[in-house]
T-cell receptor
């Protein structure tokens, strides 16, 4: 299982774009990259998933360079409600167990 | 989207008692369910992986006789904390992966979690 490394915490302001980068140097060929969001006392919530290049959905974008050794989650125009912990995970299959890293604690300021 | 529920959401029990936590996939059949434990300000720690109709696979360091997992159907898995002690107090979260048709290749759907407090 590929290990991931993320910043422990980040601060930003409402309305700003936030980019959180994750390193996964040992990513395997069949691994996908998935990001989850977790609020206190709640289960993680899926944000976005990708394999290479760029993926965009209604809440975020995911940028993956050609070597796939890192990925960047981009949250456009954040609000106070985006304050949460964000986890970057890599895995290769539907039933693969997911090992959570420490995540990034994002704090949005008014 | 796929919904996973947990019951109860919160439980307080006395030391030495057993507590059962249910995890249900409400609108899909879950081939695999995972159980996690999360202590305050820490990340989720995988405890075990369970597949319907077979024995659970426990992570290293997790006592299988203390944390009993039953995955009796494609929509229900239970975690029983036997002879609970204060150090078992934690936030327990389950997740599930569905049959073919999940919107994302490796997406796990997480339950809302169960807060266990052992006095």
């Amino acid at each position: 299982l590929a290990k991931t490394t993320q910043p422990i915490s980040m601060d930003s302001y409402e309305g700003q774009e936030v980019n959180i980068t994750c390193s996964h140097n040992n990513i395997a060929t069949n691994d996908y990259i998935t990001w989850y969001q977790q609020f206190p006392s709640q289960g993680p919530r899926f944000i976005i998933q990708g394999y290479k290049t760029k993926v965009t959905n209604e809440v975020a974008s995911l940028f993956i360079p050609a070597d796939r050794k890192s990925s960047t989650l981009s949250l456009p125009r954040v609000s106070l409600s985006d304050t949460a912990v964000y986890y970057c995970l890599v895995g290769g299959g539907r039933d693969d167990k997911i090992i959570f890293g420490k995540g990034t604690r994002l704090h949005i300021l008014p | 989207g796929a919904v996973v529920s947990q019951h109860p959401s919160r439980v307080i029990c006395k030391s030495g008692t057993s507590v059962k936590i249910e995890c249900r996939s409400l609108d899909f059949q879950a081939t695999t369910m995972f159980w996690y434990r999360q202590f305050p300000k820490q990340s989720l720690m995988l405890m075990a992986t369970s597949n319907e109709g077979s024995k659970a696979t426990y992570e290293q360091g997790v006592e299988k006789d203390k944390f009993l997992i039953n995955h009796a159907s494609l929509t229900l898995s239970t975690l029983t904390v036997t002879s609970a002690h204060p150090e078992d107090s934690s936030f327990y979260i389950c997740s599930a992966t569905g049959l073919a048709g999940a919107p994302s290749y490796n997406e796990q759907f997480f339950g809302p979690g169960t807060r266990l407090t052992v006095l």
